[in-house]
């Protein structure tokens, strides 16, 4: 869903919003940022969600989704005790910021339409927990990241990607009814897996992909094996 039309209240549900799809021993912080650079995708005021995941802090903003700029996970600490780092990455005139708490009443808001705007990563996470907590064999869970490039730009998408005793399926926020067989051979390819479940007018256009494992760490010590770490995975043209 697009939020760069969203008004700032709208935006701050958004980011409560997002924050419920996590678990809730997952470290967060949902945030205001002053930004001294503004543009036609952000104003002097931004709403984001900064959580833990995969050993290294993400950054969810309603306008673009969600990204990591953390260099390693070695410096979780230090980027969850200070922010700042990450966020000049993500744009340069994020200058500063303050955690806020959640406002019942935006929430609500959002919550009629019941849609988060770019929220398909976080949304992954919470249908993988929903599977495993309702009594799914999940043998092993990936987040699959990739990247369609249209014109001179690279759109993302984020899908679950998950095995069980019946074989590999894939699910997709923008499709949550429907859950894809993926080929037993294309299990450690990331990008022959995206050009699968990518839309129809955009299988052609997927130039990158990467396959993030699921840690049972990650959903909240609920155990879900994960599947060996691979390599970002690019198009040769």
Known sequence: MQARGLSDRQNAA???????????????QTIQIRNKRTNSTYGSKVWALAFEFGGRVWIYLPQLGTQSPAVSSTQLDSDKADLSGLLAKVHPGFTSYKEVTADEKVVAQIQKDNDVPNACLMESLATLRKMVRSGVDVESADLLMFYAKVGSSFL???????????GLFAWDPERPQIEQPINAGFQSDAL????????TGVRSKVAKAQLLNIEASDMGGTRVAGLAARNFATAAN
Do not use: K, M
Request: aromatic letters at 8%; glycine letters at 2%; zero cysteines.
């Open 192 to 199: 022959s897996i995206a050009r699968v479940v990518a839309e």
């Open 156 to 166: 993302g998408h984020t899908v679950l990607v998950y095995e069980t005793e019946n």
């Open 14 to 28: 958004a980011v409560f919003q997002a924050q419920r799809l996590l678990d809730e021993s997952t470290w967060s």
